[in-house]
């Protein structure tokens, strides 16, 4: 399925082509065409599953539509408000509003605390279309009558289950209660609980409930994240990352036993001490080799993946893909190795050009897009495209 066939009119597809994005997520394909036919939903997605565009392109369709045969936004009045728990969410959502919204005429902007209150107040005199807002300054502006809910038509709790245990529920409470009763209402969370529940009881009386499961279970504890970085570039990031971020241990996979010789050579030329196991080394010595790792006197042990297999490491705090791995199968057992019994873990993963369709065949196989970081002096040159979601390996490749 396409974003075409979702319904969704030319100058958001434009937009979402800009952004590199191919086919919809799952949780895209089942809560964009419910907002647009008017339904109140109840949504089950994390973070990482696209669940932002899922509400966020259908209202501004629905948005732009109705102001072709509305007046201009009225003073100090909001279309689309959409709460969120942290002012970093705030921040990340507006940015995709922006993004989104690049080929129509709306505004939008962020509301949040801890900076000065006089600006904001400035912009909402104008009126917003989408307000991307945290409760307690949202409340504040509310009380201080900077903007007023008359004009609302759309109402968003994303990260519900976040917002409860951060104890937001009476403010919660408070908007809710100042909202008109004729508005479309979408509340997102990651898990819908008792808690999130009656909270949704509240927002509205009867509302379609979707829900979208990972479809390879990754636990939840496992931080995973990658950086996009020219092959050539790897060992200095490596290093870089190892002394920047003090490491104190990490199982960073090659896939080739000639690459594991040289990627410990490579280290040691930067003062890091590492061992590697691959198949060309005795079982013997292998064996010496993660014990000591096991032991904690080894902090970097580098493995290809055969050599990998089977070995059982407990409270493994960190596994870097230095090389994706192919088949995608061999990410999720990679990474399993971390993140054990409860634990915090993280897993790291260096993406070059040559690895998108390894990427994209993870991705999909997640039924999520792993989050992208940037490193500060490893710009890339060749750029790796976002990826293409529901992507069918073919063995051709490789
Ligand atoms: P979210 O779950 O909303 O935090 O989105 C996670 C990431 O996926 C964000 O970086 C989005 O830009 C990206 N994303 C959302 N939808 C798609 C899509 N259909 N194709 C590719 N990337 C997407």
Known sequence: MSFEQLGLSTPLLKA????GYRTPTEIQK??????????????????????????????????SSHREDQPALRSRSVSALIVVPTRELAVQVEANVQQYSKYLELTSMALYGGVDIEPQRAQLAQGVDILVATPGRLLDMAYQRA???????????????????????????????????HRQSLLFSATLSEDVRYLADTVYEDAVE??????????????????????????ALLSHL???????QAIIFVEKKHSAAKLVEQLAKRDITADSIHSGRSQASREATLNEFKSGQLKFLVATGIAARGIDIQDLSRVVNYDMPYPAEDYVHR??????????????????????????AIESLLGQII??????????????????LNYRPKNRYR
């Not at 979402?16 to 952004?19: K, N």
């Not at 109840?42 to 669940?51: E, F």
């Not at 409860?164 to 209660?177: A, H, Y």
């Not at 190892?242 to 104190?248: F, G, M, N, R």
């Open 242 to 248: 190892i002394k920047e971020l003090a490491w104190d």
């Open 16 to 19: 979402l082509s800009d952004a």
């Open 147 to 181: 903007l007023f809910f008359d004009d609302l038509e759309f109402f968003v709790l994303d990260e519900a289950d976040r917002m409860l245990d951060m104890g937001f529920i009476g403010d919660l409470k408070k908007i809710i209660s100042r909202l008109p009763d």
């Open 335 to 360: 990474i399993g190795r971390t993140g054990r019994a409860g634990k915090t873990g993280e897993a790291v993963s260096f993406v070059s050009k040559n690895d998108f369709k390894n990427l994209c």
């Open 30 to 63: 089942k809560a964009i065409p419910a907002v647009l036919a008017g339904e109140d939903l109840l949504a089950a997605a994390q973070t990482g599953t696209g669940k932002t565009a899922s509400f966020v392109l259908p209202i501004l369709q629905k948005l």
């Open 210 to 235: 979707i829900a979208i499961s990972p479809k390879k279970k990754v636990a939840g504890q496992i931080k995973q994240w990658l950086i996009t970085v020219d092959k050539d570039r790897k060992s």
């Open 371 to 388: 989050e992208r970081r940037e490193i500060e002096g490893f710009p890339i040159k060749k750029e790796v495209p976002v990826s293409i």
